[in-house]
Structure formats: C-alpha cells, structure tokens
C-alpha cells in the first residue's frame, strides 16, 4: 500500500511539474523568436522580395515547345498576368497557354521561405490534375531564379525532376525555360522562349 502511495504521489507531482515545464519551454522559445520585426525581417528579406517583385506585371511571349506526334516541335503563346498576394508576401502568376487548338491555364504561386533561405514555386494547371512543388534559389552569375522539383508519369510510373528558369535579362524581358531530367541522367528542354512586359498605353 505504502508503495502505491508513492507511485501516485510521483504521479501527481509529474502532472503538477508539466504545465510549469511547457511553459518556461513556451518562454524560451518566445524569446527566442526576437521582435516581430527581426521575425519579419528574416523571413521576408528585402532583397529576396526585391526579386520576387520582378515577375510582377502582365508578359506575354511566343515560346518554343515540345510537342506529342508530328511536328515534334512548335510555337505557343503564352499571356502572364503576376501580383502580389496576401500582404506582399507570395506572386500569384495567372498564365494561359495555346498549343495547338487547345487552350491550357495555370496558376503558379512564388515566394520565399526565410526559415529554410529558399524560394519555392507551386504549379497548377487546369490541363491535369497533378501539381508540382519546387524549391528554388537565385543563381547571380546568371540573374536567374531556378526551381527544381520532381514529377510522377501516371502512365509509366517515372519519376523525374523539373527545372524552371527565369532569366532576368533586363526589367522588361524574361527568358523562360522548362527542363525535365530523367533517372539516367537524359534531359529534354521542353519549352524555350522570352516572355516580354506589356506596358499600359496612357
């Protein structure tokens, strides 16, 4: 009986101690984190958003593409409406797509995660009902941000990565490429082209 008193006593004093713990732990990390403008600045740092800010505008370009059958290759229009969203912290880029006598929409959302020092693009597309997530990284000697993520085949049941580039060749004109990588190290360049502002006439 006496030793059962003792295991519940230990019992009770644990239940009483956790509350305590959880919150000098709660503390700590609060203290941690800074002020919320160290916060913000770490996450959102002015000079990622700076190029993020550079896809913002309304683009539209003849790009080169890859095509199923014959021609294996052919021209496709594309139009980019891009704004920022939700306080200035993502870049919603509306895109549409003309191959052939099919018109394909997309929407791709951009933005920068301070927590892991990475850009990352989600890509939709009404064409299918997949998506892909890449993460990203600004290449300077190139002033290109590059994303790499990978994507399943439905029917063949391969994986294999996807490269988006943006060139940034001036504030205007952007140079848009689309790779896709294979297991065995085979690449495709599957649309190449330069997407080019359209500016308001006053």
Request: net charge neutral; proline share 4%.
């Amino acid at each position: 009986m006496r030793k059962s008193w003792k295991v519940c006593l230990g019992l009770a004093t644990l239940l009483a101690a956790l509350p305590l713990a959880a919150q000098q732990t709660a503390k700590e990390a609060e203290k941690e984190a800074g002020t919320p403008a160290e916060y913000e600045r770490l996450l959102k740092p002015a000079d990622k958003h700076e190029i993020l800010g550079r896809l913002v505008g309304r683009w539209k370009g003849e790009l080169k593409v890859l095509l199923y059958g014959t021609p294996s290759e052919g021209m496709m229009p594309e139009e980019i409406e891009a704004h920022w969203i939700m306080k200035e912290n993502f870049i919603e880029m509306n895109t549409t797509q003309r191959i052939r006598d099919f018109e394909v929409h997309a929407k791709i959302l951009v933005g920068y995660n301070g927590s892991i020092k990475k850009f990352y693009q989600l890509y939709l597309s009404d064409g299918e009902p997949r998506g892909s997530y890449s993460l990203g990284v600004h290449l300077r000697s190139k002033n290109a941000l590059v994303f790499r993520g990978m994507e399943d085949d439905p029917v063949s049941g391969d994986s294999f990565e996807r490269r988006d580039v943006y060139t940034f060749v001036d504030k205007d004109k952007i140079q848009y490429q689309l790779f896709y990588t294979f297991v065995d190290g085979s690449e495709i360049k599957a649309i190449d082209g330069f997407l080019t502002r359209v500016k308001d006439t006053p």
